[in-house]
């Protein structure tokens, strides 16, 4: 949904549903085979440092980019011209780390073949994964800091990922609000006069509605960013 202002267009972004379950019937070697199967999602948080390092290999990277179709060992292996035992070396270790999954076998003469799919079409790696030196806000707090700026989206990625795996396993819908939007200042001056009245505006919010009190009620963590812009370079493309 956008929302037109008198700056520019803002972006107000509402986590979706969370995707369905569904059952598929598949045909192996003359018996039914049933598989659950859950939805691709456009995003998976990786908060194990285990998954993290078999994500990062370069061969793996383009597995896991090939792999939003289902394929098999010998299609990637002609897709990515390599070997197929170590296409399917990677494979197994992807699929150990629940970043492939399973979507069928087929029987081809004496060989069965495993049609692979990747559980996300992107993946970001959750600071989690980093044990204990990963960034934290609270050491150095600085609002004109960039650095403190890092920590602090380092943190939601975190929590975020935290908060998604508990609603999956809980069956329940996470409820989460986002603002994306960009602003083109005069000067610097105005700026910083933005930020100052940003810094108001919301203040004055959370003493309206916050209630340190309230039974049944629930805290929530408000983060507002403000940085430069980067344009995509005209020939790649690319940020």
């Not at 299609?75 to 390599?82: I, P, V």
């Not at 029987?107 to 993946?123: D, F, L, Q």
């Not at 970001?124 to 044990?131: F, K, Y």
């Amino acid at each position: 949904m956008q929302s037109q202002t008198a700056s520019g267009t803002t972006d107000v972004g509402i986590a979706p549903p969370r995707p369905r379950r569904r059952t598929s019937w598949l045909v192996l070697t003359k018996k039914v085979v049933g598989v659950s199967l859950h939805a691709v999602h456009d995003i998976a948080v990786i908060d194990d440092a285990a998954a993290a390092e078999a994500s990062l290999d370069p061969i793996r990277v383009r597995l896991l980019a090939e792999l939003t179709e289902p394929a098999s060992a010998t299609m990637l292996a002609a897709t990515l011209g390599l070997p197929r035992q170590k296409v399917n070396y990677h494979l197994r270790a992807l699929e150990r780390h629940g970043l492939v999954e399973l979507v069928e076998e087929r029987r081809k003469g004496n060989v069965t073949e495993r049609m692979m799919r990747a559980t996300a079409a992107s993946y970001v790696i959750s600071p989690a994964a980093l044990g204990r030196v990963q960034p934290d806000p609270a050491r150095a707090p600085d609002q004109l800091s960039a650095r403190w700026l890092l920590a602090l989206a380092a943190r939601l990625v975190r929590d975020v990922g935290v908060l998604l795996s508990g609603a999956a396993k809980a069956g329940k819908r996470l409820p989460t609000f986002a603002l994306d939007g960009e602003v083109r200042f005069a000067s610097a001056a105005d700026r910083a006069a933005f930020a100052a009245e940003l810094a108001a505006s919301v203040a004055a919010l959370v003493g309206k509605y916050h209630d340190e009190h309230a039974k049944g009620g629930r805290s929530y963590r408000l983060v507002a960013a403000l940085h430069p812009h980067i344009d995509p370079d005209p020939t790649t493309g690319e940020r």
